[in-house]
Nanobody, 126 residues
Framework: VQLQASGGGLVQAGDSLRLSCVAS????????MGWFRQAPGKEREFVAA?????????YADSVVKGRFTISRDNAKNTVYLQMNSLKPEDTAVYYC???????????????????WGQGTKVTVSS
């Protein structure tokens, strides 16, 4: 599967951004999807994931704290991450990812994903 993320940019604290990730090469609607991020000098961390049916979502509460929303449009093979009330600590490269297995639950661990997008950079200035 190929994943193409977009929507990053330079914004000010308090602004919003919506990231998009378009998938191709795999039956998108069969797979949960996730978003991770990696700040400079830090490990890549889980942000959010959504089930294949969009019936379940999971967030890293310590990261998101109610500010981010993950969604998907299976007709467009696209997963989104709406980010509101952005903070300087949200500055990172954001990656979308597809898990190894179709259907199932909502994976939140890196090892559960085997396909990664190229990342889109988000910079939040104070």
């Amino acid at each position: 599967v190929q994943l193409q993320a977009s929507g990053g940019g330079l914004v000010q604290a308090g602004d919003s951004l919506r990231l998009s990730c378009v998938a191709s090469g795999r039956a998108f609607s069969m797979y949960s999807m996730g978003w991770f991020r990696q700040a400079p000098g830090k490990e890549r961390e889980f942000v959010a994931a959504i089930s294949w049916s969009a019936g379940s979502t999971y967030y890293a509460d310590s990261v998101v704290k109610g500010r981010f929303t993950i969604s998907r449009d299976n007709a467009k093979n696209t997963v989104y991450l709406q980010m509101n009330s952005l903070k300087p600590e949200d500055t990172a490269v954001y990656y979308c990812a597809a898990p190894r297995r179709p259907y199932g639950g909502v994976p939140i661990e890196r090892y559960e994903y085997d396909a990664w997008g190229q990342g889109t950079k988000v910079t939040v200035s104070s």
